[in-house]
């Protein structure tokens, strides 16, 4: 069956200059954004991907195995995401010099959505503190 031709250059009106990879325009146009989220997605994957996080998370999870969300309401939830409480920023101080919190993957949702708006919450102790959301 015949396929349609990928669009190749900027959407930008008036604009031919070849498009970023993952994105819609060019590096003038908005698409050197697209090139700094994919550098960050990488080097996220390389930290996550690596033998001592996981080994790290394995074992966090073993020892908290429940939700501290899900339990501070009063249900009983299994743990499938180990939280950083106080956002890294890709920090490498802040990387495993952190406090780290088993929550569900909706709970971790919700911490994200409140990370985002200049909130870190600690669902072991209760506590919310102010962060900066500058990147």
Known sequence: MPRTPKQTTCRELGCGNAKVNHSYFCIEHGGARTIELSARRKALSAKYGSKQWKQFRQIHLSKYPLCARCQ????????????????????????????????????HSIKTGLEKRGMAYDFTTGKVAEISIEE
């Open 72 to 107: 501070s309401l009063g249900k009983v939830t299994p743990a499938s995401d180990v939280d950083h409480i106080i956002p890294h920023k890709m920090n490498v101080d802040k990387w495993m010099g952190n406090r780290f919190q088993s929550l569900c993957r909706p709970c």
